[in-house]
């Protein structure tokens, strides 16, 4: 199988599974599940040339700002998870590092704040209460200030065939050369959601972890990624912080002097994290598992709500629980303010959808939405809602179906062009068939190649359209686009299993009805991965 004769089916297999979630989770994915990557095919992804494509995404901070996230074609991440599951087969030298088990075997798929909360504070607890002061610190820029050495000698492994981590290598620098929707290029560890990128970053720190291991100030230390917890005594603080910067000096870091906080006791930190009121939103969650919470808990939700913090970096934690712990109990305690809260709180957005969309959005003002959905819009939030609006048990009313209607006809560089996709699935699902000529049109000048993929898929609904969608296809730059052809003609078999978004129930992965509607005008069958 030349290079890539190291990798089983059942490893490559495993890994597009991974990969399919990732997509389902970042909210650009494909309904149907890309049937026509077929094992057997994946077992030439290194043999063959490949071309590297990706979506991008802007994702707001909470500390402010806009960041680009990328995401790998699925072949790409495929490729590129196999080697990152290879790699947690071994020691990876990464005792220090509270965020590996996120992103190796045994811990793959957690829930990264629930590993977070159960590992970071009780470190810094345990040192806190040994008599030790903490310093918290991290890199400034840390991802794309990674360099390409730096990658090759963490992937450089004597257990890891030289083949495989050489493909990796190549793969990421041909990520980083795709150009960004401004026209822009990257540089260092790619920022996007595949474990394979935050394992590297977990790896390129170990040299790190092991100089301070040396250090006389740095009595203990763990980290979350690029996020430091030091142990040291009241005493050398200020050394501690100097060791520190000096050793990501010599690394080619910098300390991202801003955010260096001290943390002297255990009633400043449970401040710092909140951790009196993640305790009461953690006691709610267990009362409401074992059945309808007496008076006075639902008084203590209510007073939490009304006093929970909203500018604090934990802040944003804290609310995502409270959106989900509300929609759990069918609460309307948070419809008034909301909508408000997908602005004040940028990282929270994703149980904010999925709790408002559990009322219907039918007491949402349409002018609003219009507002919420504007260019201008950070992607999760306009995707979110689209896919939200998906989802919703309640018809769109008239004025809504219009909003939509134009939003299928912005100027290509005016949206998210998967929002577009979305806008014309919602219209779909609500029988407004008419609109395919509008999407039809934009179709060719859209930036994202899953978008024009999935919108294909949508518009092949439609019977009259297969004559021209078929051109569509094979004229396609995209290879991604270009492989519904294999499903077009039926060039796989009929009975090819499909790994459906709806199977899951969680409601942003699924289509609303729509991706079985696709499989059945594919002639293609609902069931697991092959």
């Known amino acids: 199988m030349g290079t890539m004769s190291s990798l089983t089916l059942i490893e490559l297999q495993r890994a597009r599974a991974f990969a399919c979630d990732t997509r389902r989770r970042w909210l650009i994915t494909d309904p149907l599940g890309y049937p026509e990557i077929r094992a057997a095919d994946l077992l030439h992804l290194g043999d063959e040339p490949h071309v590297v494509e990706a979506e991008f995404l802007r994702r707001p901070k909470q500390s402010g700002g806009v960041r680009v996230e990328v995401l790998p074609d699925v072949l790409t991440s495929t490729y590129l ?15 220090n590092s509270l965020s590996a088990p996120l992103f190796r075997l045994h811990r ?24 030790y002061a903490v310093v918290v610190a991290d890199i400034r820029d840390f991802f794309r200030s990674v360099t390409r050495d730096q990658i090759r000698q963490v992937l450089e492994r004597p257990f890891l065939e030289k083949s495989l981590s050489h493909k990796a290598i190549g793969l990421i620098d041909q990520i980083n050369a795709v150009p960004c929707p401004n026209g822009s290029t990257r540089s ?7 474990d394979f990128f ?16 040396g250090c006389r100030s740095v009595l203990a230390h763990a980290r979350w990624v690029d996020d430091w917890y030091i142990a040291t005594s009241p005493r050398t603080i200020d050394h501690a912080i100097g060791v520190l910067e000096t050793v990501l000096n010599d690394h080619g870091f910098q300390l991202n002097q801003s955010k260096t906080r001290v943390i002297g006791s255990i ?6 994290t909140l951790a009196r009121e993640h305790s009461i939103v953690s006691d709610l969650f267990l009362a409401s598992s074992k059945g309808a919470m007496s008076a006075r808990q639902v008084a203590s939700l209510e007073a939490l709500i009304q006093q929970a913090p909203e500018t604090l970096g934990e802040a944003a934690r804290l609310w995502k629980r409270l959106y989900a712990l509300a929609r759990r109990l069918k609460s309307p305690l948070l419809l008034d303010r909301a909508l408000a809260d997908l602005d004040r709180l940028p990282m929270a957005q994703l149980p904010i959808f999925s709790y408002v969309g559990s009322f219907g959005w039918q007491h949402c003002p349409v002018d609003h939405l219009s507002v919420l959905l504007s260019p201008d819009a950070p992607d999760p939030r306009s995707l979110g809602i689209l896919r939200m609006l998906l989802t919703s048990p309640t018809k769109l009313p008239p004025e809504l179906c219009r909003l939509l209607d134009e939003l299928i006809r912005t100027p290509a560089d005016g949206l998210h062009p998967f929002c577009r996709i979305l806008a014309y699935a919602n219209l779909l699902k609500a029988g407004a068939a008419e609109n395919a000529d509008a999407l039809l049109q934009a179709l060719g000048d859209l930036p994202s190649a899953v978008a024009r ?19 569509m296809i094979a004229a396609d730059p995209s290879p991604i686009v270009r492989s519904l052809a294999l499903i077009a003609e039926r060039s796989i078999p009929s009975q090819t299993s499909v790994r459906l978004a709806s199977d899951t129930a969680w409601s942003l992965k699924n289509w609303g009805g729509l991706d079985q509607r696709a499989a059945t005008a594919f002639g293609l069958t609902k069931g697991p991965l092959e």
């Open 81 to 95: 998870q196999a080697v990152a599951n290879r790699l947690c087969e071994h020691d990876l030298g990464l005792d």
């Open 108 to 131: 793959r798929g957690e829930n990264p704040y629930d590993v977070w909360v159960s590992e970071v504070p009780q470190w810094v607890v345990g040192a806190l209460d040994a008599g």
């Open 188 to 194: 260092g560890i790619p920022v996007a959601p595949d």
């Open 198 to 213: 935050w394992l590297l970053g977990d790896l390129v720190l170990s040299p790190v972890d092991t100089a301070l291991r």
């Open 267 to 272: 009633e400043q930190f449970e401040t710092m």
């Open 453 to 471: 993929r999935v919108g294909l898929e949508f518009l092949w609904l439609q019977p009259s359209l297969h004559p021209v969608l078929r051109g």
